[in-house]
């Protein structure tokens, strides 16, 4: 599975962006999707996780209520809608496929990645 993230770019604090990420391939469906974020000079961090139907979502504390994860099979894309964005959202972001069972959470489990696109938040 190859995956192209997209949509980043320079938003004021409070605003709003979409990320998309396309995957190559048929089995698209197959995969539990994640999007991670890593800031400068910090770990790459988990962000959310969809389930293989979409039918499961989790999310980070730090973007629950603000984020919202969803997928569309038949276009091979994931989204991750991000509203009321802060400062502390800036980092590049990373979509991933995982095809384990159960939502991972952890950058070590994930079978895919796609290259970041970078969101800056500015105050």
């Known amino acids: 599975v190859q995956l192209q993230a997209s949509g980043g770019g320079l938003v004021q604090a409070g605003g709003s962006l979409r990320l998309s990420c396309a995957a190559s391939?048929?089995?698209?469906?197959?995969?539990?999707m994640a999007w991670f974020r890593q800031a400068p000079g910090k770990e790459r961090e988990f962000v959310a996780a969809?389930?293989?139907?979409?039918?499961?979502?989790y999310y980070a504390d730090s973007v629950k209520g603000r984020f919202t994860i969803s997928r569309d099979n038949a276009k091979n894309t994931v989204y991750l809608q991000m509203n009321s964005l802060k400062p502390e959202d800036t980092a590049v972001y990373y979509c991933?496929?995982?095809?384990?069972?159960?939502?991972?959470?952890?950058?070590?489990?994930?079978?895919?990645w796609g290259k970041g696109t970078l969101v800056t938040v500015s105050s």
């Open positions: 991933a496929a995982d095809r384990r069972a159960g939502l991972g959470v952890a950058p070590g489990g994930m079978d895919y």
């Open positions: 391939g048929r089995t698209f469906s197959s995969y539990d």
């Open positions: 969809i389930s293989k139907s979409g039918g499961s979502t």
